[in-house]
């Protein structure tokens, strides 16, 4: 009797549609057993650059993260160096790549404990927050414009631009560069794209 019944349920719809059933179940109860994938890190949301003969003006717009050890080290009274770099390259076919820009530009972020405000820094100017996801916006919005004629750019030349925003670990304390890794190493990477003046 059971083994007709179980070839009847073989053969019909409604054992695929139990079989599906169970495959889900068993999918969305091994999706609920691993691990969240943390969302740290530094993500390019956008980047426009415009040129002119003999200006730039580069708009880039981030989403900064900090890990759990590093907005523990923050909260502690350590500094956290951050860096963005831009390049404008000329790509030529028969000799190496000419780089017209190349762009450095570093921003403190610090946590004052007695005044538990966050003082964002670019050289000698600074801003102060009274939250943490304030500050990470501040500095999640890069705008640059520089002219002069040491930009050489020609108009209807392809130019190549590359961008990246990382976390200057060589400025960390001597302890905390001894245990970097993925926790402390947070980096958008080079986002590149053409560029036509």
């Known amino acids: 009797m059971m083994d007709f019944i179980m070839r009847c349920l ?3 719809n409604l ?4 079989y ?3 495959l889900i179940a068993v999918l969305m109860g091994m999706t609920a057993l691993t691990p969240s994938v943390n969302a740290s890190g530094i993500d390019i949301v956008k980047a426009s650059i415009q040129v002119n003969d003999e200006s730039y003006v580069l708009d880039a717009q981030f989403n ?24 404008l ?7 190496l ?29 600074y801003q102060n927050f009274t ?44 302890p905390f560069q001894l245990n970097t890794g993925n926790d402390w190493n947070i980096s958008s990477g080079w986002y590149r794209w053409a560029v036509d003046p």
């Open 131 to 174: 939250s943490l996801p304030e500050a990470l916006a501040f500095m999640s919005h890069f705008h640059r414009r520089e002219e002069g004629e040491s930009i050489n750019v020609h108009k209807a030349t392809p130019y190549k631009a590359a961008l990246q925003l990382r976390l200057d670990e060589t400025q960390l304390p001597k």
């Open 15 to 18: 054992s695929r549609w139990f």
């Open 97 to 125: 790549n000419k780089t017209v820009v190349a762009v450095e530009q570093h921003q403190r972020l610090i946590f004052n404990t007695l005044t538990r405000q966050y003082r964002v820094s670019i050289g000698a100017l």
């Open 64 to 87: 900064i993260q900090l890990t759990p050890q590093l907005s523990d080290v923050l909260h502690k009274g350590v500094a956290l160096y951050f860096v963005y770099e831009f390049e």
């Open 20 to 22: 599906t059933l169970g």
């Open 10 to 12: 073989q053969k019909s």
């Open 89 to 95: 390259v000329y790509p030529r076919w028969y000799w």
